[in-house]
């Protein structure tokens, strides 16, 4: 049975019940939200000599969407919990085969490497929405030339750059209707999705519904781990939904711009992150190569209340 994965482990599972952790009401309020819109990115903003040659695709549509968006990211709230999860319901769905995990935080956390491990050791269906929205965008990439992971580097843009703001909009756009989608492939099976860092963007409408329908679980980076992540940005840059966090001073350049922002921008999405969550897991729990899928489902468990 799926509830006795972790029965007979010969990992123990790590106590995390002393950690401080546990099941979040989110109450607290907070503007904006900002996630990461893809994963690599391969030139840096310091090498980008002519920005325009990534032309924009936005049409009339499009140019409303991105005031849409902006709006969005402007009046941000934190979503109110409506979703009862306790151990007794954790334990009832994954015997069921109807436990929805909806994994969210920032690139680099173990979203991918967890989600794929409960496809091929606990037999979840999974869905990657970042997966999907390359499906979606590659003949657009295709059209302008681009290809692959670089391809969706150079159409996104950095916050400066001209297209940013219509593609960044596009970009949602797919994101919103995969994610207020998500459905297991086959019935009576559990279901793990893999979000992308831009979820918190997203319309409260299609969060709501992440925390109604999900247990939603943040894999929380350390501050040692932004701190990487800040230095690994301007190593291999990737194209990031800035909101309202970037700012560029009359005569700074976009590059320095970007280094000055960039820190504050990783704290408040980690914050919003943890408001959008049931539970906060720190990353080092979800990178740890020696905890298998049992052990990592038991560590969930321990996180949600009796009752």
């Known amino acids: 049975m799926a509830a006795d994965l972790w029965e007979g482990s010969s990992t123990a599972a790590p106590d995390m019940c002393g950690s401080g952790l546990g099941f979040v009401a989110v109450g607290a309020s907070g503007k904006g939200a900002h996630g990461e819109c893809a994963r690599v990115g391969t030139r840096s903003p310091a090498a980008r000599t002519d920005p325009c040659r990534s032309r924009s695709l936005c049409t009339r549509r499009r140019r409303s969407s991105c005031l849409d968006v902006q709006v969005r990211l402007q009046t941000r709230q934190a979503v109110p919990i409506q979703a009862s999860v306790d151990v007794a319901a954790f334990d009832h769905a994954l015997n069921q085969g109807s436990l929805r995990l909806a994994f969210v935080g920032m690139s680099n956390c173990g979203k991918s490497f967890r989600t794929s491990q409960l496809e091929q050791q606990a037999q979840f269906s999974r869905l990657s929405v970042d997966e999907e929205i390359e499906k979606v965008v590659e003949p657009e990439l295709r059209a302008l030339g681009y290809a692959g992971i670089e391809g969706m580097a150079e159409w996104m843009g950095y916050p400066y750059d001209p297209q940013n703001?219509?593609?960044?909009?596009?970009?949602?756009?797919?994101?919103?209707s995969i994610t207020a989608n998500a459905q297991p492939t086959v019935p009576a099976k559990n279901f793990c999705l893999d979000t992308t860092g831009s979820v918190i963007y997203?319309?409260?409408?299609?969060?709501?519904?992440?925390?109604?329908?999900?247990l939603v679980v943040h894999l929380e980076a350390s501050d040692d781990m932004l701190d990487e992540m800040t230095e690994n940005y301007f190593a291999t840059p990737k194209p990031v939904v800035w909101g309202d966090a970037f700012k560029q001073r009359d005569g700074q350049s976009g590059i320095d711009a970007l280094r000055e922002c960039y820190p504050n921008l990783l704290q408040q999405r980690r914050k919003l992150y943890r408001a959008l969550a049931h539970v906060n897991l720190p990353a080092r729990v979800s990178l740890g190569r020696e905890i298998g899928c049992a052990d990592f489902l038991h560590t969930l468990r321990k996180l949600l209340p009796d009752q």
């Open 165 to 176: 703001a219509a593609n960044v909009a596009r970009y949602l756009d797919i994101e919103d």
């Open 202 to 214: 997203l319309p409260q409408p299609t969060l709501q519904r992440l925390r109604d329908e999900f």
